[in-house]
């Protein structure tokens, strides 16, 4: 049976010894609302996006206080066309709504660049596959194991 995307987080942060913080809380549908419940701060939320490039799909994290900067995208991954995913392709690549999709590229086999706004905060927090579901984690941790590609992409 297919591991939702909740199961694959667990597997990944279980699999790399992250220890985590996990919260239920009522469909949240914004940054704003997802940081309300948790009680956290806003800049602490990790907000990933679904990008599609000339080529591929990309996913861009940034903190959840900050807004993507497309021009600087563009320039990282060398394309002249850039565009949000629509919400069907965002299903199909992570089997996720928007809103949900957590800041793990790879557990979807997409790459991820990863703004340096993430790096800012001790911890990271994010809808760990649902609208319902929040995990904290320690932004140190985070980077050690996905071992992003940081970069400035955001505004």
């Not at 940034?62 to 394309?79: C, F, M, N, P, R």
Request: glycine share 2%.
């Amino acid at each position: 049976m297919e591991q939702t995307a909740f199961q694959k987080i667990i597997t990944f942060l279980e699999k790399n010894k992250i220890s985590y913080q996990q919260k239920e809380h009522p469909p949240t549908y914004t940054s704003e609302q997802s940081a309300t419940y948790r009680n956290e701060p806003l800049k602490i939320g990790a907000k990933a996006l679904i990008l599609k490039t000339d080529t591929e799909f990309i996913m861009c994290v940034i903190s959840a206080a900050k807004k993507l900067d497309s021009k600087k995208v563009k320039e990282k991954v060398k394309s002249k066309k850039l565009r949000f995913a629509t919400i069907e392709e965002v299903k199909k690549i992570t089997f996720c709504v928007p809103g949900a999709i957590p800041p793990f590229g790879n557990i979807f086999n997409i790459n991820t660049l990863v703004d340096k706004s993430v790096e800012e905060n001790e911890d990271i927090a994010f809808n760990a596959g649902s609208l319902t579901n929040s995990i904290k984690i320690k932004s140190a941790e985070y980077r050690r194991a996905l071992k992003p590609v940081i970069v400035d992409i955001s505004q």
